[in-house]
């Protein structure tokens, strides 16, 4: 994999994307799918691929912070990564999310973060800015 695989696209852009931010406490074959997290009230919303990166690794780094983990289990375990370098992590995130996509991370059987890429016309929230036509005035849809 060389650097360019990870570049930070401007497809984004073009789309009129935001990220609805999901936090979910469960293990990963018990998460919700895009369609049931949709359909609730996102943890966070992010504008743009460096808001996505950096919720992701702010969300799994309070997650996975050292006092949290007090479990003996945890040292026998085998793989032990290094949860504070996230660094490449981000690129990836940010790489994914600059080309339109949902990203997915979590700590294995904490917790799982979710930004899922949602369009102009699957939710407004967004379109609604500061000095525009007010969110509440235009109603939910559906
Ligand atoms: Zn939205």
Not at 7 to 23: F, I, K, P, S
Not at 110 to 115: L, P, S
């Amino acid at each position: 994999m060389s650097k360019d695989d990870w570049a930070v696209a401007d497809a984004w852009t073009g789309l009129r994307l935001h990220w609805h931010g999901y936090v979910e406490r469960v293990a990963l074959a018990h998460a919700a799918t895009r369609e049931q997290r949709l359909k609730t009230e996102p943890d966070e919303v992010m504008v743009n691929p460096d808001e996505v990166a950096a919720w992701l690794e702010g969300t799994i780094k309070a997650a996975s912070a050292p006092a949290l983990i007090k479990k003996p289990a945890q040292a026998k375990g085998g793989a032990t990564e290094d949860a504070r370098d996230f660094a490449d992590s981000m690129q990836v995130w940010r790489s994914l999310a600059s080309q339109g996509e949902s990203v997915s991370t979590g700590v294995r059987g904490q917790i799982m973060a979710t930004a899922e890429a949602v369009t102009e016309r699957e939710c407004d929230c967004q379109t609604a800015a500061p000095g525009s036509v007010s969110r509440l005035s235009k109603g939910r849809r559906r």
